[in-house]
C-alpha cells in the first residue's frame, strides 16, 4: 500500500472514530506528516489544535536540524505567576556537574529534588502514568516526539529564557521537536565504542567486535533495544530506526551471534568494570567512555565505521508540572555558558551552548560534516515499537 493510501485510510478511520486521537498522532508521525499538517488536520475536524509542536521545520540541513534558531519571545505567552520556592527535577544519573543543583539554589533560594533513572524506558513508564510529580525530565530527542503526541508535555513560555541566545544553530530547531516547542538542549553525544587499549589489539573500527570470539565475556552490550538492534542495522547498512522485517530480522540475527561473546547487557553501570578491565569493550556512550578514562586513561572510544546514534537529550516540562515558573527559571539558569560548560566539563559530553563550547577544558567539538555522514538521529518508532519490543526480547531471550 502506497504511503498516501496509508494517509487516506488513517485519516477515514479517525473521522469516522475508529482510531483515538493520540494513536491518529503517532501513526500519521510515522507515515511521515509534518506537524503543521497534523495540526491543521486535528483542528478542522475537532476544533481544537494537534497535541505536538506547531511548527514544522524547514528543510533539514543536517540530522539535528531544521534551519536556524527561532525567534525566542513571542507577545501572546502566557504569564505563569509568580516563582515557587521548590523544583522537582528528574535526569540520568552522573549527568550534571557537582555543583549545578547548590549554586542553582544558593542563587535563586529554590530547594530542587533531584532524582535518577537509568533508561528513556524508564522514564516514558512514569511519565504515561502522569503521577510523577517532577518539573523537568530529560528525555533523548525520539522519546519528547512520543511525550509531545501524548500531550504529555507543557510549551515552553520562552519569555522566560533569556538566555536562549546562546543555543547553537545545529541544535536550535531540531526534527524531533521543532522550533523547541518544547525541549530546552542540555547535551549531545554519540553512542559507540569503549575499549581498554591495553587489552584490545588491534583496536576496534566497528561493530564486528562485538562478534569476536577472541574477547568472550570481557563485551558488554547496553541493556537498551534502540541502541543494541540499532548498532546491528548499521552494522548491515541499515537506518538505525528500520521498521523493515528483513532488516530487522537480519540485526536480530547479528545480535544473537554477538550475546554469545558478550557478558552482559548492562549501561551505565559498566564504566566501572571497564576501568578494573573486568569489561574490556563496551558499548557506551561518548560522555560516560571520557568520565571513566579519567580514571584509567587506558580507555579510549571509537566511532564504529558503519555509524552510529547522534543524539541530543533535553529538558522538557512535564504535563501538569507543579512548579513551573521554577522549572523555566532552571532552564534559564543552564544556558548561560559557564553553567553550561561546567556541566559538560563533568559529564564528558557536548554542549548545545555555542558560547560554552569555547570554554570547556576539554575542547568537543560539533560533528565534522564526514562524521555526520556515518551518524544517524534516531526517530519514534510509531506503531513498529511493538515490533521491536517483540524482537527485543526474543534477543534477551535467545
Known sequence: MSKKSEADSLFKNFVEGRLARRDFILQALALGASVTALGAVLEACTGTPAEAPKASPPPDKGPLTGGAAPTPAAPAEPDLGPMETELNIYNWSDYI???????????????????????NEELLAKLQVGTSGYDIVVPTGYIVTVLAAQNLLEPLVK???TNWKNIAP???????????????????????????????NPPPDGWSIFQDPKYKHKMTQLDDERDVIGAWLKFRGKSLSSTDTADLAGAKADAILAKANLKAYISAEVKGQVV??????AQLWNGDTAQAAKEQPKIAY???KEGAALWTD??????????????????????RPEVAASISDTTGYGTPNLPASSKLAVPLPYPTDDELKRLEVQKDLGKAAELWDTLWTEIKAS
Open 170 to 200: 545545529l541544535f536550535a530547531n531540531p526534527t524531533f521537536d521543532p522550533d523547541c516547542a518544547h525541549s530546552v538542549p542540555w547535551q549531545w553525544g554519540t553512542t559507540g565504542i569503549a575499549y581498554r587499549s591495553d587489552k584490545v
Open 159 to 161: 519569555k522566560y529564557l
Open 97 to 119: 556537574a557537582e555543583d549545578t543543583v547548590a549554586n542553582f539554589t544558593k542563587e535563586t533560594g529554590i530547594k530542587v529534588k533531584y532524582d535518577t533513572y537509568e533508561s
Open 302 to 304: 571509537c566511532l564504529p
Open 314 to 335: 533535553s529538558l522538557v516540562i512535564p504535563k501538569g508540572a507543579p512548579h513551573k515558573r521554577a522549572a523555566h527559571a532552571f532552564m534559564d539558569y543552564i544556558l
Open 276 to 281: 578494573t578491565g573486568d569489561v574490556w569493550v
